[in-house]
Structures are given as structure tokens and as C-alpha cells.
């Protein structure tokens, strides 16, 4: 857990424009930038950048924050490893800044336990007469000692309780080896049984180093031949890159990384000297594998098998590979070889001598080019064309929009004018753009802004007589968390991380991103007097739909206290 003032400290040192330049065009705009929106295709920007405020806010689709929520959105990241990117850039060393909470303590004992099941497993293989059989089939396999104990393999025998009872004799805590997947309760919901039965055990590590999980391959007949833990607090198979951790410096290095399916796959081109290698986790590659691959390098080559699986894998891995505009090639393995087999039979240097293919070159030639039949070579197309729409920004579209035509001798009307048959893709309503639907005001937001960083407005009106103007119940409740924080009370630009309500935060940012100049300028004052007269109106309607409904039911008292309310309220003259 990082403290608040540490994560305060990160957002000022590393520059949001900068950040976005990255991805997309960047252009001044007065004091403030604009850029085509990252998020979604347009041709006139409309994302707009407060460098002063770091600070951002798309027109069109209603996408806002800060540097961190820019990231957690582009890249895929949850908040803690945005944390960990944006640190690592700016070169601050976040370790001596965490604290322990609850949180934290559980999380170390869940670690720990996974920690020591990793020990006993690799123990059984090493040492137990019982993990001769495991011992055989990785020599048979060519997997050299080194590797055995380079990636800790494990192995645990037949057997119900092989883990549970070593758990227990130890002190260990059999409910936080559950939360892991290691063992499972009993219907008596007394007594827990080993979930890993017979099988080699590989642990599973995430980016930076940890152990996460296991995967585990069947030693006999039993099903499923591959077996990972279950989706657990640490463990989601479509976000983990097997051997990442291991990989992350030659990746860098080597500009590239080879992608392969399997564990063993990965294991043997490792052990040959292709250590820039990862394999996916029984998925197709997800959105979140690009956005992490792309923090390492630009340049992708997916190595499957050469069976019609292995070109539907790399069908499958396109979409999120060409959405992140990544530079992707092909290897396709000569039939009945995988690159496990090819590199042990063959070496490194016949490894690296294979044909690359350019991906696009590869789907084109596969699913459009060779198919005789109408119906495969529409449905190619129209997966290309949701590919398009899905690209992360206009420039990744642009690119594949000119690649796709060009190789297929299409029309570039096919990707703006939408085939009926065509199913667009599905998009998500952003949480940010339902300012119509709650009925947010504007006027509102900037007057409370502008309310918290004028010390003349502040004596002018008290924060009790200014809070009714707001209306808005989730509104004033954020006003009165903020302003009245002595921390961030004048800080709109930190109020931020404390809005939870997406629509209401966007509509923040929007309005200190578009005001951004007029809020300091000797018109702000004008604004001030506009805001809060559209208010004091706004206001006044509402007392009166009050009093009319209260007549109307015959409550005579809260006629005339409402009544004075609203004399009261057009009475009120401003002293600035």
C-alpha cells in the first residue's frame, strides 16, 4: 500500500503530455494540447490535455483523469502496477514507501503458503524415490538439471493428501491454501484434499517475479492432460505470460519477443539461448498480454505449431496484436514438430533461420487467399474490419486500413461505409458519458471549483449558504468531503482520486481541463457571477415545484418554510 503524498509525488514528476505523445499525435492548443482521442476513431480532435493541471478529457467519448487513470485505460494495468510503471520512469524507488496494511498481511500469508507448497513439490521430484517417474520423463524430454532447478519444477505424487497433510503437520494454513488453489474443502467442511494429484508441478510467476500459481502436467492417463490453478486473488491465466520474469532483460535487449503456447515450449527455447521467449497460458493473447508486451517492445513473433491449430492460434492472437499496433511476425513449425521438438532435434541457429512471416501477410494468405468458399472469406473480412474498429488509436487504424486494402485489393469504403451484413462491434457505454442522464451541471461543478479556489468567494458566502446551489445530493456530499479537507480543499485537481462516481469525475476533469485558462484570467469573475446566477435560478425553480407540491397535499407549514426559503434565496446579492 503506497501513501497517498508518495502517489501525489509520482504524479507530479512524470509528464501527462508527454505520456500521451507515446501513443498518439500531440499538438498545442493555446496554454492546453489537443490530440485525436486514443480511445476511439475520429478524424477533428477532441481530446484536450491541461498540462498546467495534468490533466485530460476526450469530448467525444467522455474519457478523463489523470495520468494514472490514462494509463490503467490504455495499457490495461490495475492501479498498483500503473504505480510500479510510472515510478520506474521517473526513476523513484517505491519499496521503502509501502506500508503493511491488513490488506497486505493476508496477501503475505496467501504468498507464503504458495511459497512452501512450491518447496515440497520441487522436493518430490528431486528427492523422493516416488519422483523417479517425474525425473525420467523430463530427461526424455531433454529438460537438463540446470532448468529443473532454474524454473524450481515439482512433482506430486498419486495420491489425496500428499500436500494437505505436509500443510498441517507444519503449522500451515490450510483455508489461505485454499484461496490459492492449492487444496479443496470436503463436503463436511471440515477436512481439505490436494487439488494437484500426480502430476509435474511448474510454478508460475507474474512480471515481477512473484509466485503466483502453478501449472501441471498429468503423468498417466488423467484428465485434463494441463491443469492451472484456479482464478484466484494473484492467478488469471489471461493475464500471465509464462517465463516473463525470466525473459524481461534479453526482451528488452533483443528488441523482440518470441511468443509459444506451451510451458515446454518455452522451457527449450530458454535452455537453447532464446531466452526472449513466453508462452501464453492455454489463452489466446488478450489485450492485457499486448499492452504488457508493448512496455518491453514494440516487436512480437508468434511461434506455433504448423497444424491447422496452430494457425488458428495465431488467427486468435491477431486481433489484440493488431489492435495494440504491434510489429508481428509468424513462425510456423514444420508439421509434426513443435518448437519444443524443432529446437532440441535442430538448435538455436535452424531455430532462428525459419521463415518469418508478417502477420497480416499470414492471415491474408490463410484465410482469405486460399479458401475457395464465399462464406470463410466474408467472415475473414469481417474480422478484419471489427480488427480496425478495435485499433487503439487512429493511426494503428489508418495503418491497417492501407495494409488490409493494399494485400486484399479492397476499397477503403469497406471500413468507413459498414457492410450490412457486418456486425459492428459491441461498445460499451462509457460510465463517463451519462452527464444527460443524471442531469449533472455543469455550472454547478465549475462554480463549486472555482467556489474552493477563491478566497474572495469563500468571505463572500460561507460553504453552509453556498452548498444548497449545488442541488445535486452526490455532489454536495463530494463538496463537502473535498472542500472542507484541509489537504486538497483548494486543490480541485486532487479531488479527483476522491470523486467515485465515474460521470461525476469526468465532468470534473471536463471542466478544469476546458477552464483551464478562464479560471485564473481577469474574466473568472464574470464566469463566478454567470455560474452562480444560472444556479440561483436553477434553485429557485426547484423551491417552487417544492412549494406547488406541498400545496398541493396541504402542508401549510412547509408552504411557508419553503416560501421564506426561496425569498431568501432571490434576495441574495453577491459581495465580491
Known amino acids: 500500500m503506497i501513501p497517498q503524498n508518495i502517489i501525489q509525488e509520482l504524479q507530479e514528476r512524470i509528464d501527462l503530455v508527454q505520456v500521451i505523445e507515446e501513443v498518439t499525435q500531440v499538438k498545442r492548443s493555446g496554454s492546453n494540447f489537443v490530440a485525436c482521442c486514443p480511445f476511439h476513431e475520429e478524424k477533428t480532435p477532441s481530446f484536450h490535455i491541461s498540462q498546467s493541471k495534468q490533466l485530460f478529457h476526450c469530448f467525444g467519448c467522455g474519457a478523463s483523469g489523470n495520468v494514472f487513470h490514462f494509463l490503467m485505460r490504455y495499457y490495461h494495468l490495475p492501479f498498483p502496477e500503473t504505480l510500479e510503471y510510472v515510478a520506474k520512469e521517473v526513476g523513484f524507488d517505491l519499496e521503502p514507501h509501502k506500508t503493511k496494511s491488513e490488506q497486505y498481511n493476508q496477501d503475505e500469508k496467501a504468498r507464503d503458503v504458495l511459497a512452501y507448497a512450491k518447496e515440497k513439490f520441487h522436493g518430490f521430484l528431486v528427492r523422493h524415490p516416488k519422483g523417479k517417474e517425474a525425473r525420467d520423463y523430463l530427461t526424455n524430454r531433454g529438460v537438463s538439471p540446470e532448468m529443473i532447478h532454474k524454473y524450481a519444477l515439482g512433482f506430486v505424487p498419486e495420491g489425496w493428501d500428499h500436500l494437505t497433510n505436509a500443510l498441517h503437520r507444519d503449522g500451515k494454513s490450510l483455508e489461505e491454501a485454499q484461496k490459492v488453489g492449492l487444496v479443496g474443502q470436503k463436503k463436511d ?80 527455447l530458454t535452455e537453447a539461448g532464446l531466452e526472449n521467449t513466453v508462452a501464453t497460458m492455454g489463452t489466446a493473447m488478450t489485450g492485457y498480454h499486448c499492452a504488457v508486451i508493448k512496455r518491453y517492445t514494440p516487436s512480437v513473433t508468434l511461434v506455433f505449431d504448423g497444424d491447422q491449430a496452430g494457425v488458428q492460434a495465431s488467427k486468435k492472437a491477431a486481433r489484440s496484436i493488431l489492435a495494440f499496433g504491434l510489429d508481428a511476425n509468424v513462425i510456423t513449425m514444420p508439421v509434426g514438430q513443435d518448437p519444443d521438438d524443432f529446437v532440441r532435434s535442430e538448435g538455436k541457429e535452424a531455430f532462428e533461420r525459419l521463415v518469418q512471416i508478417p502477420l497480416l501477410d499470414f492471415l491474408v494468405e490463410h484465410f482469405y ?120 480543499g483548494n486543490q480541485p485537481t486532487k479531488w479527483i482520486d476522491h470523486w467515485t462516481n465515474p460521470a461525476y469525475k469526468a465532468m470534473l476533469t471536463q471542466v478544469l481541463v476546458s477552464f483551464d485558462d478562464l479560471l485564473t484570467s481577469s474574466a473568472s469573475e464574470k464566469i463566478w457571477v454567470d455560474c452562480f446566477s444560472k444556479l440561483k435560478k436553477q434553485y429557485v425553480g426547484v423551491l417552487v415545484q417544492q412549494i406547488q407540491k406541498a400545496e398541493a397535499m396541504g402542508q401549510q407549514e412547509q408552504v411557508e418554510n419553503l416560501s421564506k426559503q426561496m425569498i431568501a434565496t432571490k434576495n441574495f446579492q453577491l459581495t465580491i
Open 189 to 268: 467442511k471440515q477436512n481439505y484434499f490436494d487439488i494437484f494429484r500426480h502430476r509435474l508441478m511448474i510454478p508460475i510467476h507474474n512480471a515481477k517475479g512473484d509466485l503466483i500459481g502453478f501449472g501441471a502436467r498429468a503423468m498417466g492417463d488423467d484428465q485434463p492432460k494441463y491443469l492451472n490453478s484456479p482464478q484466484t486473488l494473484f492467478f488469471d491465466k489471461s493475464k500471465v505470460l509464462f517465463g516473463l520474469s525470466k525473459a524481461d532483460k534479453s526482451i528488452r535487449t533483443s528488441k523482440n519477443v518470441y511468443v509459444v503456447e506451451g510451458y515446454f515450449d518455452q522451457i527449450a
Open 369 to 488: 487467399v486460399q479458401p475457395k468458399n464465399i462464406a470463410d472469406k466474408t467472415k475473414f473480412l469481417q474480422e478484419m474490419v471489427e480488427i480496425v474498429a478495435d485499433a487503439k488509436t487512429p493511426y494503428i487504424a489508418k495503418v491497417l486500413k492501407d495494409e488490409l486494402c493494399a494485400k486484399m485489393d479492397l476499397d477503403p469504403s469497406i471500413f468507413t461505409e459498414r457492410p450490412k451484413f457486418i456486425k459492428p462491434a459491441v461498445k460499451q457505454e462509457n460510465e463517463a458519458v451519462v452527464e444527460n442522464k443524471l442531469r449533472i451541471s455543469k455550472e454547478a461543478v465549475l462554480a463549486l471549483v472555482m467556489y474552493a479556489q477563491n478566497v474572495d468567494l469563500q468571505e463572500s458566502m460561507v460553504f453552509e449558504q453556498f452548498l444548497p446551489f449545488l442541488m445535486d445530493k452526490t455532489l454536495m456530499e463530494y463538496a463537502k468531503k473535498c472542500v472542507l479537507d484541509a489537504n486538497i
